[in-house]
Protein backbone atom coordinates (compact mmCIF):
# COMPACT_ATOMS: atom_id res chain seq x y z
CA UNK A 1 0.00 0.00 0.00
CA UNK A 2 1.33 3.54 -1.17
CA UNK A 3 0.07 6.05 1.33
CA UNK A 4 1.02 10.01 0.88
CA UNK A 5 -1.36 11.82 2.58
CA UNK A 6 0.22 12.89 6.24
CA UNK A 7 -3.52 12.48 8.27
CA UNK A 8 -3.82 8.94 6.08
CA UNK A 9 -0.27 7.73 7.08
CA UNK A 10 -1.06 8.79 11.00
CA UNK A 11 -4.32 6.61 10.74
CA UNK A 12 -2.69 3.84 9.17
CA UNK A 13 0.14 3.78 11.50
CA UNK A 14 -2.41 3.68 14.31
CA UNK A 15 -4.96 1.16 13.01
CA UNK A 16 -1.91 -1.19 12.58
CA UNK A 17 -0.56 -0.76 15.96
CA UNK A 18 -4.06 -0.43 17.35
CA UNK A 19 -3.48 2.95 18.84
CA UNK A 20 -6.75 3.97 17.45
CA UNK A 21 -9.37 4.84 19.79
CA UNK A 22 -12.60 2.61 19.74
CA UNK A 23 -14.17 5.32 21.96
CA UNK A 24 -17.00 7.84 20.09
CA UNK A 25 -16.30 10.33 22.67
CA UNK A 26 -12.40 10.22 22.68
CA UNK A 27 -12.56 9.71 18.64
CA UNK A 28 -14.96 13.17 18.52
CA UNK A 29 -11.66 14.65 20.64
CA UNK A 30 -9.22 13.64 17.98
CA UNK A 31 -11.50 14.78 14.88
CA UNK A 32 -11.62 18.46 16.54
CA UNK A 33 -7.76 18.21 17.17
CA UNK A 34 -7.45 17.04 13.52
CA UNK A 35 -8.83 20.22 12.40
CA UNK A 36 -6.93 22.21 14.97
CA UNK A 37 -3.86 20.70 14.00
CA UNK A 38 -4.79 21.26 10.20
CA UNK A 39 -6.23 25.23 10.18
CA UNK A 40 -2.53 25.68 12.21
CA UNK A 41 -0.27 24.19 9.93
CA UNK A 42 -1.75 26.62 6.92
CA UNK A 43 -1.35 29.86 8.29
CA UNK A 44 2.05 28.20 9.71
CA UNK A 45 2.90 27.07 5.95
CA UNK A 46 1.63 29.99 4.27
CA UNK A 47 4.13 32.04 6.59
CA UNK A 48 6.99 30.21 5.99
CA UNK A 49 6.69 30.23 2.24
CA UNK A 50 6.13 33.75 2.16
CA UNK A 51 8.09 36.49 0.37
CA UNK A 52 5.94 38.60 3.72
CA UNK A 53 7.56 36.13 6.40
CA UNK A 54 8.63 38.64 8.65
CA UNK A 55 5.64 40.75 8.51
CA UNK A 56 3.34 37.26 8.94
CA UNK A 57 5.70 36.15 11.71
CA UNK A 58 5.18 39.26 13.36
CA UNK A 59 1.83 39.17 12.94
CA UNK A 60 1.34 34.99 13.93
CA UNK A 61 2.82 35.55 17.01
CA UNK A 62 0.56 38.82 18.33
CA UNK A 63 -2.42 36.53 17.23
CA UNK A 64 -1.26 33.22 19.14
CA UNK A 65 -2.25 33.80 22.27
CA UNK A 66 -5.81 33.49 21.28
CA UNK A 67 -5.32 30.78 19.22
CA UNK A 68 -4.00 28.71 22.10
CA UNK A 69 -6.68 29.54 24.26
CA UNK A 70 -8.63 26.43 23.22
CA UNK A 71 -5.80 24.28 23.04
CA UNK A 72 -4.91 25.56 26.98
CA UNK A 73 -8.47 24.69 27.83
CA UNK A 74 -8.58 21.41 26.47
CA UNK A 75 -5.27 20.20 28.29
CA UNK A 76 -6.62 21.66 31.66
CA UNK A 77 -9.67 18.93 30.84
CA UNK A 78 -7.82 15.99 29.11
CA UNK A 79 -4.74 14.40 29.17
CA UNK A 80 -3.75 13.65 25.12
CA UNK A 81 -5.47 14.96 22.35
CA UNK A 82 -8.27 12.27 22.57
CA UNK A 83 -8.78 12.35 26.23
CA UNK A 84 -7.12 10.02 28.54
CA UNK A 85 -4.95 7.86 26.13
CA UNK A 86 -2.63 9.21 23.50
CA UNK A 87 -3.40 8.79 19.87
CA UNK A 88 -2.17 9.12 16.69
CA UNK A 89 -3.42 12.92 16.87
CA UNK A 90 -1.09 13.46 19.74
CA UNK A 91 2.01 12.72 17.34
CA UNK A 92 0.71 15.72 14.45
CA UNK A 93 -0.03 17.95 17.66
CA UNK A 94 3.40 17.56 19.45
CA UNK A 95 5.02 18.17 16.16
CA UNK A 96 3.14 20.69 15.46
CA UNK A 97 3.65 22.89 18.88
CA UNK A 98 7.22 21.75 18.67
CA UNK A 99 7.93 23.79 15.52
CA UNK A 100 6.07 27.09 16.86
CA UNK A 101 8.27 26.28 19.67
CA UNK A 102 11.47 26.37 17.55
CA UNK A 103 10.55 29.38 16.24
CA UNK A 104 9.94 31.68 19.57
CA UNK A 105 10.91 29.43 22.65
CA UNK A 106 8.48 31.52 24.99
CA UNK A 107 5.39 31.21 23.00
CA UNK A 108 3.72 29.26 25.24
CA UNK A 109 4.92 30.95 28.00
CA UNK A 110 1.25 32.23 29.10
CA UNK A 111 -0.21 28.66 28.28
CA UNK A 112 0.82 26.57 30.86
CA UNK A 113 -1.41 23.52 30.29
CA UNK A 114 0.00 23.52 26.52
CA UNK A 115 3.60 24.14 27.79
CA UNK A 116 3.21 21.02 29.70
CA UNK A 117 1.65 18.93 26.98
CA UNK A 118 4.73 19.61 24.48
CA UNK A 119 6.44 19.01 27.30
CA UNK A 120 5.16 15.39 28.20
CA UNK A 121 5.02 14.36 24.41
CA UNK A 122 8.44 15.32 24.02
CA UNK A 123 9.37 13.28 27.35
CA UNK A 124 7.83 10.13 25.97
CA UNK A 125 10.20 7.55 25.80
CA UNK A 126 10.31 6.72 21.95
CA UNK A 127 10.18 10.71 21.28
CA UNK A 128 13.34 10.45 23.57
CA UNK A 129 14.85 7.88 22.23
CA UNK A 130 14.21 9.03 18.38
CA UNK A 131 15.63 12.79 19.28
CA UNK A 132 18.35 11.01 20.79
CA UNK A 133 19.41 9.15 17.54
CA UNK A 134 21.96 10.05 15.34
CA UNK A 135 19.57 9.76 12.55
CA UNK A 136 17.80 12.79 14.19
CA UNK A 137 17.94 16.41 12.81
CA UNK A 138 16.33 19.40 14.39
CA UNK A 139 15.77 21.36 10.93
CA UNK A 140 15.02 21.64 8.28
CA UNK A 141 11.90 20.95 8.73
CA UNK A 142 10.95 22.69 5.67
CA UNK A 143 12.33 22.97 1.80
CA UNK A 144 15.02 25.86 0.58
CA UNK A 145 12.18 27.14 -0.61
CA UNK A 146 10.28 28.05 2.52
CA UNK A 147 12.01 31.41 4.32
CA UNK A 148 12.49 29.62 7.66
CA UNK A 149 12.64 26.19 8.64
CA UNK A 150 15.26 25.25 5.82
CA UNK A 151 18.59 25.09 7.70
CA UNK A 152 20.45 22.04 8.76
CA UNK A 153 21.10 21.60 12.28
CA UNK A 154 21.78 18.45 14.40
Known amino acids: MKLSQSWAILKY ?3 KYKVFLPDEKEQH ?3 IMEGVVTDFRQVVLTMWYSEDFVQLAEQFF ?3 PAMLDDLEAHFRKYEW ?4 TLTYVDFAVGEWLNQVELMKST ?3 NHPAVKTYLKKFS ?3 KVVSHRSS ?3 NKFPITSKKARWG ?5
Open 13 to 15: VAR
Open 29 to 31: LCD
Open 62 to 64: KDL
Open 81 to 84: AGGS
Open 107 to 109: CFD
Open 123 to 125: NLD
Open 134 to 136: PSF
Open 150 to 154: NQFER
